[in-house]
């Protein structure tokens, strides 16, 4: 079942996180943690759902799990930047390793963070 992008009212100048990942329970708590410091959430189940959203003109990044159904994480960046998308992305995995943060920094990712992490992480990224 592909789950509907939160949608919220938002200003020309709200900056919106939109959250990438296919675990429900992990969308919902990085809603509830950048609703909580009043940032602009928007969650999708997979890259295709984000891809299919009408993306703003504002300052924003995408918080982006490793692992997805279909296209991993890291294809899903080259996809975008081959698609001339920049967004800074912030990486999340709980099956990380050293080479794939090395390939996420270097493809341009702002930050890669390992599950579980602490909320100040996450925020601070």
């Given at each position: 079942?592909?789950?509907?992008?939160?949608?919220?009212?938002?200003?020309?100048?709200?900056?919106?996180?939109?959250?990438?990942?296919d675990d429900e329970s992990m969308r919902e708590a990085l809603r509830s943690l950048?609703r909580s410091v009043r940032l602009r959430v928007e969650t999708f189940g997979s890259?295709?759902?984000?891809?299919?959203?009408?993306?703003?003109?504002?300052?924003?990044?995408?918080?982006?799990?490793?692992?997805?159904?279909?296209?991993?994480?890291l294809d899903f960046q080259a996809e975008l930047a081959k698609a001339n998308i920049?967004?800074?992305?912030?990486?999340?995995?709980?099956?990380?390793?050293?080479?794939?943060?090395?390939?996420?920094?270097?493809?341009?990712?702002?930050?890669?963070?390992?599950?579980?992490?602490?909320?100040?992480?996450?925020?601070?990224?």
């Amino acid at each position: 079942m592909t789950e509907r992008p939160a949608r919220q009212p938002a200003t020309a100048e709200e900056p919106t996180v939109f959250v990438v990942d296919d675990d429900e329970s992990m969308r919902e708590a990085l809603r509830s943690l950048f609703r909580s410091v009043r940032l602009r959430v928007e969650t999708f189940g997979s890259g295709a759902d984000f891809l299919r959203s009408k993306l703003p003109d504002v300052a924003s990044c995408l918080v982006l799990d490793v692992r997805l159904p279909g296209l991993s994480g890291l294809d899903f960046q080259a996809e975008l930047a081959k698609a001339n998308i920049h967004i800074p992305i912030i990486f999340m995995t709980g099956h990380g390793d050293i080479p794939m943060s090395v390939q996420a920094m270097k493809a341009g990712a702002v930050d890669f963070l390992t599950k579980p992490f602490r909320d100040q992480d996450m925020l601070d990224a």
